[in-house]
C-alpha cells in the first residue's frame, strides 16, 4: 500500500495553480506573465498523479496535452503577430476546456468524498458555477449579445474561480489526505 | 430552394454541422454516456429547419464560396432559368421548388434530384406496406409469449404492445408508427431483455425518430456523408437503448445481454422504413458490445456539462461563422483567386447597418472592387454606382462621418457619407478661400436590408470647402451643400438672421492597434468591418449669421418662418417694397441676394459657446472669418447597440452672437425638439 498525501496535495495545488494562471492575464506588451501553457503543463502532471486514484482521470491526457500545444500556438501567433481566426477552433477549445474543468474537479471531489475529505466539500458547488458562467460568458462573447451578459458572467467566473483556487489549497494541505493510498 | 446550387448549398451547410458533431463525439467518445452521444444530434434537428446562410454565416465558408465560384463558372455559359449566375445562391426555405420550365443541364439536374426524393420517399412506403401486409397475415403470438412481453412491460414500467410472431425471423423488431407491434421469431425462445430493448424503443417513440432521419435521408440522397451521418445517428439510437437496458439491469444480467448481442453479429436484421430492430449489423454490434464494457454510471453532475457543451455548439451551428475578412490583393481578372475572392466578396452579409456603410464607404476610399461587391444589392450593376474620385482621409483622424441617417422604413435608411480629403482643394491659392489641402465630399446613400443590408449611391458627389479645427475647441463642418438633410431653423432677431442647421453625426471606430513585440501603434483601419456598429454619436450644428445693418447691395431681409436654407446666390423673388438696406418691417417677405459673405464674417466678432457646461470663447482670427459657417458641438452622446443614437443628456446651446462687440441674443437650441427659444441673458 503507497501512502500518496504529498503526491496527491501537490497535485491539487497544482490544479489551483493551473486555474489561477488560466484565469488571469497580465500582460507587459504582449508578454502574459501568468502564462497559460504553464498552467497547462501544471495541469497534466496533476492529472498524471489523480489518474493513479481516480482512473477517469486518465482521459484526460490527450486534452492536457492539446491545451499545452494550442496555448504554445497562439503565444508563438502573438509574438509574431499573427493571429489564425476560426470560430469553429475557438469553440472546440472551449469545449475541451470546459470538459477538462470539470472532470478534474469532479475527480478531487470523489477523492475527497472516498476519504470523507470534508474541505473538499465545495468543490462540486463551485464547479457547477464556474462551468455554467463560463459556458455563458463564452456563448455571449461569440455571439456578440448583450455586452453586460457577457461581462458580467466573466467577472464572476473570476471571482468564483479565485474562490475555488483558495478551496483548492485549503483542502491540499488538509490533514486527512494522509488517508490516500494507492 | 429552386436550383441545384441551392441544394448543393443547403447540403454542405448541414455536412459541415454534422462533421462537427461528429468530430465533437470522437473526442467525447468514452468521456460522455450514450445519452449525450445520441442526445448531441438534436442539434442537426435544428439545423435541417434552417436555410444555409440565413443569418449570414457559415460554418465552413470556404466550402460556400467555392461552391458560388463553381455556379457562376457552370451558370455563366448555360442558360439557366432557375438559376441567375450573377446572384449570391440564398435559400429562403429548405423545401425544393420549380419555377419554371427546365432549359440547362442544371435545371435538368435539378429535376432529376427531385425525382429522386420521390423516387425513394416512394419506395419507402411500398415497404412499409409490403411489411405490414406480411406482419397482419403472420400468426397470433402463443398466449405464452404475449404474456411474457406484458410482464417484461409490468416489471419495467414500460408500455405494453401487440405482439406478432414470423417464421424464420432472425431477430426481434418493432414496427409501425402509429400502432406499433412488436414481431418476433415463432421458430425460436426470445430473451426477457431483448423484449425490454424493444419496448424501450417504444417508451421513447424512436419510430418517429427513425421516421425523420429517413425523411432527411432521403432529401439528401446525392450526399454519401449525409448517409453515413444517418447511419450514425440510428446507431447511436440502438446504442442509447443498450444503455437504458443496462441502466435497468444488473451484475451477471448486462453480461448476459452483451451475450445476446454477441450471438447477434451474423444475423440479417431487418431496416425497413419504419422499424427499429435491436439487431443492426456486425460491425456496430461489435461497438455496441464495446461500449457496454465500458458501461458505467456517470456521476449526475455530467448531464450539466453535456448541457452546455450542447448550448456552446448551439450558436456556431445556428449562425456560423461570417465571412468578414477581406483580401487586400489584387488579382488578374479572371484568374482562380480573382474568382475566389468575387466570391468570398458577394457571399459577405453585412448584419448591421453601420457595418454595411462602412464597407462602402471603404470601397470609395480604397477604390477595391471586393469591397463594391460585399455592399452591392442585386439590383444594381457595379457600372451604375457613380464611383467618386478617390479621397485621403490620411490628414484627419476619422475615415468618413455618416450624417443624417434616417429610418424610412422598416428596410430602408438614407444617410449622407461625409470625406474630408486632405489633398483635395476647390479654391485657387489666389483665391481669399484657399487653404491648403482641404475639402469635403458628400455621397447620399441608400442602405437597404436584402441579404443582411446593401448599400448604394443615390446622387452625384458633392464638393465643397471644409473648415477644420480653430482655437481651442475641435469643429467639424458637416453641412451637407447640395443635399440638403437635418433640420434647419431660422430665427429672426433684431440684427438679423440666424439660420441653424442641426445634423446628426455618427461614427464607428476605425483606429487600428497594430501590436508589435514591445510597442504598440495606432492607424486607421481600411479594411471593412461588415458587423461593426456605430460607437459615437454627436449633434453639429452650422450656425449662419446675417445681419440686417450694413448689408450688401440687393440684400433683402427675409421672413425666418418662409425659408428653408439660405443660399449666396440665390435669386430674388420677394414682393417686397423695402429695399435694399432697409431694416426690417413687420409685413415685409424675406429672402437672399447676392450676398457678400465675406462682409457677413466680418460682422461676426466672436462666438461664445457652451460645450458640457464650460463656457469657452473664441476669438475668430482673419483666417477664420472668411468661413461663411461654423459648425459646434453641443451635445455629446452615447450610441447603443439597438438605437444608433441614444441621448444621455440633453444640453441646450448657448450662442452669444456677439456683433461689433456687444452681446445682442441669447439663442438656446432644444436638441430634442429643434425648438429655438430666445431669452436675454
Redesign the interface.
Known sequence: MKYMATEYSKAVKNIAWYIILVSYHFNI??IDVLPDWLGYILLYNAVKTIGKIQPSAN?LKTFSAVLIADSLFQMIC??F?FSI????YG??M???H??LD??IL?DIW?TAQKYRIYSGNKI?ML??IT??T??VS??FL???WN?YVTYGAAVINIIMKTYLAFILFIHADDEKLKNITL | MTNIWGFLSQTLFLSSITAIILFIKFLMRDKLPARWQYGVWNIAIVCVFVPAGRYGGYIFPRLHILADMLKTFVESRLNSVFTDFDKVQFNTHILPVITGKPVSITDFLFIAYITGIAVIMFRYLFDYFRLKTAVSASAEPSGEMQNLVDKVAEKYSLPACKVRTVPQLSSAFVFGVVKPLMVLPQDKAVDEKVILHELLHLKYKDLWKNLFWAVIKAFHWINPFMLYVCKSISNDMESLCDYRVMELLEGEQRREYGRILLSMTNEKYPSSFGTTSISNGRQFISQRIQAIARFKLYPKGMEMVSVCIVIMLLPLVIYGSSINNFSERFYKQGSFLYQYQQSRAKLTSCRTVAGAIDTYAKAILTQKEPYYLAVKPDSVTLQQYYLPPVIDVSGGNQLYYVVDLQQTDNNTYIANLLFIDYKTNLESPDSEYYKDGESKITVPIKIIRENGWKVYQTDDAVSNLAVGLVGEAYYTSVAVDGHTTGNNYIYSTAQGDVDIAVHKVLLTDNSYSSQNFMFQTVELNYNPMPHTDFTDGYYAVDVEFIPYTQQPDGYVNIHAKTMKTLKADSPVSSDNNSGAGSGRGPDRRHCYANINMQKVNQEIDQIVYTYGDKFTTLQKSATERRRNRATLIFARLNTTKDNFVSLKKTKGIHIFVNYNGSRIRDLKVNTKTGELLEYNN
Open positions: 506588451g504582449i482521459l502573438k509574438i503577430d481566426q476560426s470560430y469553429v469553440v472546440i472551449a469545449i475541451i470546459i470538459y470539470f472532470q469532479t470523489h462540486p464547479r457547477n462551468t455554467f463560463y459556458t463564452f456563448v461569440y455571439s456578440d455586452v
